[in-house]
C-alpha cells in the first residue's frame, strides 16, 4: 500500500478522529464534548489537522466506564482530576479494572410493580426502605429499583420476622463505613504492589485485569472469612465480660 494513503495510526501510531469514533464507540460530538470539560487532552496538532493517541484512547473508555457505574458528569470530572496528566495508558487502565463489578450477580432494574410482582406481596414505604438499608433494592433518580435479586428472598425473609428499619440502616452504615475503608486500602495495595510488579514485567493491562477477576472470589471470601472469626470473637469475649461481672466480688479481685 502506498505509505501516502496509509492509514494514519499504521505510520504514527496516531488516531483521526473517525478512527477514534470508531475505536471507542463514542460519538465525535461526545468526544469534542469531553474534550472541552477537560476529560481528556486536546487533540495533537500535526499542521491543520488533529490526531489522536493511545492516551485519548484509555481515558475515553475510562469515561465509559465511570458513566456505566453511574457517575454523574460532575463525579467523573473530580475523579479524572485526582489521576496525574502524565498517566500512561497502562496506568489509566488499572483505574478501570479496579472500577470493574467484584459481585458475581449485578443488579436488576425493574418497576416497584414488578418489584411487588417478583416478591408476591405490596411492599410499604418502610418494606422498601429496609430493603435498601439492607443493600437489597435501591431506588433510582428515574423512581425504579435496582434489584439484588440473589438476596431478595433473604430480604423478604428479615421482612417477615419483623427485622427493625432502624437496625438495618444502622448496620448499612456500619458497612458502607467499613468497606469504603476496605476499598482504599486494597486500591492502595494494588496501585503500591501490585500493578509495579507487572508494570515492570512488561505485561499488558489486560493481563492485570485477568489477575483481579481471579481474585475477587478469593478476596470476598476472605472477607467473609474474617468476618465471622471476628464475630466468634467478639462473643466470647462478650460471654468472658459477662463472667466475669456475675462473679463475687473477691473473685474479682483475685483477677
Not at 495508558?89 to 418489584?115: F, K, N
Not at 476499598?183 to 483481579?212: D, H, I
Amino acid at each position: 500500500m502506498d505509505e501516502s494513503v496509509a492509514p494514519v495510526e499504521s505510520v504514527r501510531g496516531l488516531l483521526t478522529l473517525d478512527e477514534l469514533t470508531n475505536r471507542v464507540g463514542m460519538s465525535v460530538r461526545n468526544i469534542r464534548f469531553y474534550t472541552t470539560k477537560g476529560l481528556v487532552p486536546p487533540p495533537i496538532r500535526r499542521g491543520r489537522s488533529g490526531y489522536y493517541s493511545p492516551d485519548h484512547v484509555a481515558r475515553l473508555e475510562l469515561v465509559q466506564e465511570l458513566q456505566a457505574h453511574g457517575f454523574t458528569l460532575s463525579a467523573i470530572e473530580k475523579y479524572l482530576a485526582g489521576i496525574p496528566a502524565d498517566a500512561s495508558p497502562e496506568d489509566i487502565a488499572l483505574h478501570r479494572t479496579m472500577l470493574a463489578p467484584w459481585q458475581a450477580d449485578l443488579p436488576v432494574e425493574m418497576s416497584r410493580a414488578e418489584l411487588e410482582r417478583r416478591t408476591g406481596r405490596s411492599l410499604s414505604e418502610e418494606d422498601l426502605a429496609t430493603l435498601a438499608a439492607l443493600g437489597i433494592a435501591f431506588r433510582t433518580k428515574r423512581g425504579r429499583y435496582e434489584v439484588a435479586v440473589s438476596q431478595l428472598s433473604v430480604g423478604l425473609g428479615l421482612l417477615d420476622l419483623g427485622f427493625p428499619m432502624e437496625a438495618a440502616i444502622a448496620a448499612g452504615e456500619v458497612y458502607a463505613d467499613h468497606g469504603r475503608r476496605i476499598a482504599k486500602e486494597l486500591n492502595e495495595l494494588f496501585r503500591t504492589m501490585v500493578w509495579p510488579v507487572y508494570k515492570e514485567s512488561g505485561a499488558p493491562p489486560e493481563q492485570l485485569r485477568s489477575v483481579v477477576e481471579r481474585l475477587k472470589p478469593l478476596s470476598i471470601a476472605s472477607l467473609v472469612s474474617a468476618y465471622e472469626a471476628a464475630m466468634d470473637e467478639t462473643r466470647r469475649e462478650e460471654i468472658a465480660a459477662r463472667s466475669r461481672r456475675t462473679r463475687p466480688a473477691k473473685d474479682r479481685a483475685q483477677d
